[in-house]
């Protein structure tokens, strides 16, 4: 068996005992705990005690993204628009106002960042990654990811995560998963449509340089988008 399907395995067995001790506390006959920290232990157990991340591809930075874009997220494992049958088990019955709750939990907190990537990438790769990242490519139509995501890259309010926080390997991931269309958001798909004119060399530098940026002075999401989004999201108010 492959380590990747082993390790599956594992965080499935893993979850599936968390999520039986969740839902069982959001039962008519069982009271919730009165404190946050304790309902989202099911989160931490995974994400890291304050949602800063863990040093793996599965489990992601959540803390200090907006709430809105983690509701989106929350809802997308648990209505198919992500595939991660751990994370999909998990939230399965959970409702929306529960989904908010958590999302503002985690919305709410700035643990520190983790130490940049370090791998060997060649000056080249990463000045590649960097153009892209600042300035797209005019000539194939792709916006700059800081056209979105914002100059110093840690999102926008209402729902437009930030880039920074998370590792090459995670990034290039869900790149992948959005170019090959097993990840999608509501209609239209801005980042579907983005992603489908990535090739694996773009991927490559641009997650390569994402996660070798130190943290920003001012890691919060910025209060709105720079200006008018360079392509219509279904996910985002215009």
Not at 4 to 11: F, K, N, Y
Not at 34 to 41: I, T
Not at 152 to 172: D, E, F, V, W
Not at 175 to 197: E, F, L, Q, Y
Request: with cysteine; net charge neutral; proline share 9%.
């Amino acid at each position: 068996m492959h380590r990747r399907t082993i390790e599956s395995s594992i965080l499935f067995v893993a979850f599936t005992t968390w999520a039986c001790t969740t839902l069982a506390a959001t039962d008519a006959d069982a009271p919730m705990p009165s404190a946050m920290d304790q309902r989202v232990r099911a989160c931490t157990s995974c994400h890291g005690v304050q949602g800063q991340g863990r040093d793996n591809d599965y489990f992601p930075r959540i803390a200090g993204k907006p709430a809105d874009y983690l509701f989106n997220q929350l809802i997308a494992f648990r209505d198919g628009g992500r595939t991660y049958p751990p994370m999909g088990y998990l939230i399965a019955f959970l409702p929306d106002d529960y989904l908010h709750k958590i999302s503002e939990y985690f919305a709410n907190l700035q643990p520190p960042y983790p130490n940049a990537d370090t791998g060997n990438i060649s000056p080249a790769v990463l000045q590649y990654g960097e153009r892209l990242v600042t300035h797209g490519d005019p000539a194939r139509k792709l916006p700059a990811c800081a056209a979105c995501h914002g100059a110093r890259l840690t999102g926008a309010q209402p729902g437009i995560p930030g880039l920074l926080g998370l590792h090459a390997s995670y990034i290039a991931g869900q790149m992948g998963t959005w170019r090959s269309g097993t990840r999608h958001a509501v209609a239209p798909d801005c980042m579907h449509a983005i992603a489908v004119k990535l090739t694996d060399k773009d991927i490559t530098a641009v997650s390569s340089w994402l996660a070798r940026q130190p943290r920003p002075d001012d890691p919060r999401p910025a209060s709105s988008s720079d200006g008018t989004l360079p392509l219509a999201c279904g996910s985002q108010p215009q």
